[in-house]
């Protein structure tokens, strides 16, 4: 069992930046691959930003690539989503997962947490 706790979501203008982090309780957390998703209102849960377990691989999608930035500290348990120059519709739940036993960034995750808010007026 993974545990994973989000924070440092909150309401920013545009053009703006917010740093996510995530927390996780997993003994070898540098095995899991992590990713960031997030789900706006009305919408389909949609994959973000995803990093491997050492930090040496990346994954971003094209709506968000050049603006965030994952990375990850393993000394702490934690991943981070670096979130500038956002946008309105970057308005959403933005969820942490981790993946277990696998090594590549696409695929199912296994764990989940709870969401934090991202707000972006325009």
């Known amino acids: 069992q993974v545990q994973l706790v989000e924070s440092g979501g909150g309401l920013v203008q545009a053009g703006g930046s917010l740093r996510l982090s995530c927390a996780a309780s997993?003994?070898?957390?540098?095995?899991?691959?992590m990713g960031w998703f997030r789900q706006a209102p009305g919408k389909e849960r949609e994959f973000v930003a995803a990093?491997?377990?050492?930090?040496?691989?990346?994954n971003y999608a094209d709506s968000v690539k050049g603006r965030f930035t994952i990375s990850r500290d393993n000394a702490k348990n934690t991943v981070y989503l670096q979130m500038n120059s956002l946008k309105p519709e970057d308005t959403a739940v933005y969820y942490c997962?981790?993946?277990?036993?696998?090594?590549?960034?696409?695929?199912?995750?296994?764990?989940w947490g709870q969401g934090t808010q991202v707000t972006v007026s325009s």
């Open positions: 997962a981790a993946r277990v036993g696998r090594l590549t960034t696409l695929g199912a995750y296994d764990y």
């Open positions: 997993g003994r070898t957390f540098s095995s899991y691959v």
């Open positions: 990093i491997t377990g050492s930090g040496g691989g990346t």
